[in-house]
């Protein structure tokens, strides 16, 4: 079992920044993938950005409407990945998911096994 629970979330003006974290307990975290997955009212959950590492190269992938804006990094010592949201847009609005699995840079929910309970950005304009 995996244990993540995210962090950061909250209220911010467009053009603001945020830095959600994700903090990993129980089984090893170097195991698994790390994605990020946002879900807006009335919409699907949507893939935002993901890392993966095999040896000594982390592996980063980001949706096209976060490319740029967002980066996702992780701090392996503390179990904790993060996601920095610069520039942010009213559109970014959702609640923020961690979730991990061991397909790496997977942008389909189905394929993370594990889930945290999600933070809430809004982004006001």
């Known amino acids: 079992q995996v244990q993540l629970v995210e962090s950061g979330g909250g209220l911010v003006l467009a053009g603001g920044s945020l830095r959600l974290s994700c903090a990993a307990s129980g089984r090893t975290f170097s195991r698994y993938a790390m994605g990020w997955f946002r879900q807006a009212p009335g919409k699907a959950r949507e893939f935002v950005a993901a890392?993966?590492?095999?040896?000594?190269?982390?592996?980063?992938y980001y949706a096209d409407s976060v490319k740029g804006r967002f980066t996702i990094s992780r701090d392996s010592a503390k179990n904790t990945v993060y996601l920095q949201m610069n520039s942010l847009k009213p559109e970014d609005t959702a609640v923020y998911y961690c979730?991990?699995?061991?397909?790496?840079?997977?942008?389909?929910?189905?394929?993370?096994?594990?889930w945290g309970q999600g933070t809430q950005v809004t982004v006001s304009s």
């Open positions: 890392i993966s590492w095999n040896g000594g190269t982390t592996y980063t």
């Open positions: 979730a991990a699995g061991t397909s790496s840079g997977t942008r389909r929910p189905v394929e993370y096994e594990y």
